[in-house]
């Protein structure tokens, strides 16, 4: 079992930054994939970002290219989301989603453990 705490949320106006973090407990000695998924009101869950357990490979969904940044530090067992330039339409719960594996998955059923999620607001 694995154990996900989504931190780092809140307020921002747009063109603002946020950065979010996820701590991961419990059996963390594997190698674990992560993703960064969100939820906005009213629509389905969709991927943001993911990374391999050893942070040498990432895929972003076309939305946040070039504005999200995931990254991961196994030696705290904390992966992080930079978030640059947002936008009203990053307004979202973010959350965080581990799944062993060694390659990147970007689709919901692919992950095994989930966060609580954490609430991104932007304002125009």
């Known amino acids: 079992q694995v154990q996900l705490v989504e931190s780092g949320g809140g307020l921002v106006q747009a063109g603002g930054s946020l950065r979010l973090s996820c701590a991961a407990s419990?059996?963390?000695?594997?190698?674990?994939?992560m993703g960064w998924f969100r939820q906005a009101p009213g629509k389905e869950r969709e991927f943001v970002a993911t990374?391999?357990?050893?942070?040498?490979?990432?895929n972003y969904a076309d939305s946040v290219k070039g504005r999200f940044t995931i990254s991961r530090d196994n030696a705290k067992n904390t992966v992080y989301l930079q978030m640059n330039s947002l936008k009203p339409e990053d307004t979202a719960v973010y959350y965080c989603?581990?799944?062993?594996?060694?390659?990147?998955?970007?689709?919901?059923?692919?992950?095994?453990?989930w966060g609580q999620g954490t609430q991104v607001t932007v304002s125009s």
């Open positions: 989603a581990a799944r062993r594996g060694t390659i990147l998955y970007t689709t919901q059923v692919d992950y095994d453990y």
């Open positions: 419990g059996r963390t000695r594997s190698r674990y994939a």
């Open positions: 990374i391999s357990w050893d942070g040498g490979s990432t």
